[in-house]
């Protein structure tokens, strides 16, 4: 893995051995997060939709190996793949599967960005791949604007922690190991702001 002993030279042992943990601490932290997500569904208390998990889990495990492949930070997506398509499976023995113009409009939005990895190389796969999971957000997004009573919260301030530590966890500033992080902080806040009561209150005379 030339790109990583080039790191290993540049910055020394310490603070290499200390980035790599912070990756794997943050993949580590948003995969539990999926685990009280998980029992808030399965008791009803939560209500997800199942288009962004569903593609969330095929975007990460195409992040996880053009990331992988490139060389840089890969845990984060690995442990959203896991996370994804758990979510996506309890989501479909609760029969919480719905699909409208919204779920449409985003994966073609998606597989535009799947036609741009496709034909282009790992650094424009990544770049392309951590787009389309963006994109995949709106889905979630409409559904917490619009009842944010059923997202819980605290589970997305969990996520949205593994990424800001992932963030810093890069060992350099490039594509492999800032983007996916960078683009999954501004995944969550997608998800966090329109939940925030303030953002309701002021919303609310405009309905």
């Not at 969990?158 to 992080?181: D, K, M, P, Q």
Request: glycine content about 6%; hydrophobic content about 50%.
């Amino acid at each position: 893995m030339p790109g990583n002993y080039i790191d290993l030279y540049d910055m020394g042992v310490i603070e290499f051995g200390a980035k790599h943990s912070l990756q794997v601490i943050a993949a580590m932290i948003g995969f539990f997060a999926y685990v009280p997500l998980a029992i808030f569904i399965l008791r009803n208390r939560a209500i997800q939709s199942f288009a962004a998990f569903f593609l969330w889990a095929l975007l990460d495990s195409i992040a996880t190996a053009t990331t992988y492949l490139h060389h840089g930070n890969y845990w984060l997506p690995l442990s959203n793949v896991i996370g994804s398509a758990t979510i996506t499976i309890i989501l479909i023995l609760k029969k919480q599967v719905s699909w409208s113009w919204v779920e449409t409009m985003t994966t073609i939005l998606v597989f535009v960005c799947l036609a741009t990895w496709y034909v282009s190389g790992e650094k424009a796969g990544i770049i392309a791949s951590s787009l389309a999971v963006v994109i995949a957000t709106v889905p979630q997004m409409v559904e917490t604007y619009r009842k944010p009573h059923n997202t819980p919260l605290n589970v997305y301030y969990i996520f949205l922690a593994a990424n800001v530590i992932s963030l810093i966890g890069g060992l350099s500033w490039t594509i492999g190991e800032r983007f996916y992080a960078g683009c999954s902080i501004f995944l969550c806040l997608m998800i966090i702001v329109p939940a925030q009561p303030l953002y309701q209150k002021n919303k609310q005379p405009m309905e």
